[in-house]
């Protein structure tokens, strides 16, 4: 059974760091690129990072770029998200989500349970 | 980046009603158009991969059609269960986006 499970969110003040994590298991891990999406509260669905299987690519929305870090570590089917520079509009549930890429698309086909960051004074 | 603009935002149904939600891009995206469904306890789920096919698992009563910028999710026979928040997500180009969610609710 794929499971994806989030941790390391919690309350942080504006300004300041702090770093998710996404413990995969039930899959292959070094087989798959793996993404972060967010939601704001009473908010839609937001796309925040993807990085490929290898680490080799990272992508990321112009809003978190040069303050955002997606990362993964193969060796210990983790699957990270280090958040610098913190803004209230980061404020969000964070989810970790596993792509499956096939011929003509990439689509997130199982998601984490999410957790939440919540940057306030 | 592509907007992509789902209709409507609040759906009151009854069960065994049919039911279709739209989203349209704000350019086109080759077929590009996944659907997924957020229960209330924030567990999400996909429906549909590139326009119309049906996710492993996903009951037969949902299905999906669409092309260029004009997409839809069709649910064939509301069961209880399917009263959720669906969402559209286009991945023809980074950065990749989601509708603004349409709420299906129990009329």
């Known amino acids: 059974e794929v499971q994806l499970v989030e941790s390391g969110g919690g309350l942080v003040q504006p300004g300041r760091s702090m770093k998710l994590s996404c413990a995969a298991s039930g899959f292959t891990f070094n087989n798959y690129d793996m993404a972060w999406v967010c939601q704001a509260p009473k908010k839609g669905l937001e796309w925040v990072a993807t990085i490929s299987y290898d680490g080799s690519s990272t992508y990321y929305r112009d809003s978190v770029k040069g303050r955002f870090t997606i990362s993964r570590d193969n060796a210990k089917s983790t699957l990270y998200l280090q958040m610098d520079s913190l803004r209230s509009e980061d404020t969000a549930t964070y989810y970790c989500?596993?792509?499956?890429?096939?011929?003509?698309?990439?689509?997130?086909?199982?998601w984490g349970q999410g957790v939440m960051v919540t940057v306030s004074s | 980046d592509i907007q992509m603009t789902q209709s409507p935002s609040s759906l009151p149904a009854s069960l065994g009603e049919r039911v279709t939600i739209s989203c349209r891009a704000s350019q086109g995206i080759s077929n590009n158009l996944n659907w997924y469904q957020q229960k209330p306890d924030g567990t999400i789920k996909p429906l549909i991969y590139y326009t119309s096919n049906l996710q492993s698992g996903v009951p037969s009563r949902f299905s999906g059609s669409g092309s260029g910028t004009d997409y839809s999710l069709t649910i064939s026979s509301l069961e209880p269960e399917d009263f959720a928040m669906y969402y559209c997500q286009q991945d023809a180009s980074f950065p990749y986006t989601f509708g603004a969610g349409t709420k299906l609710e129990l009329k």
């Open positions: 989500a596993r792509i499956r890429t096939t011929v003509a698309t990439d689509y997130f086909d199982y």
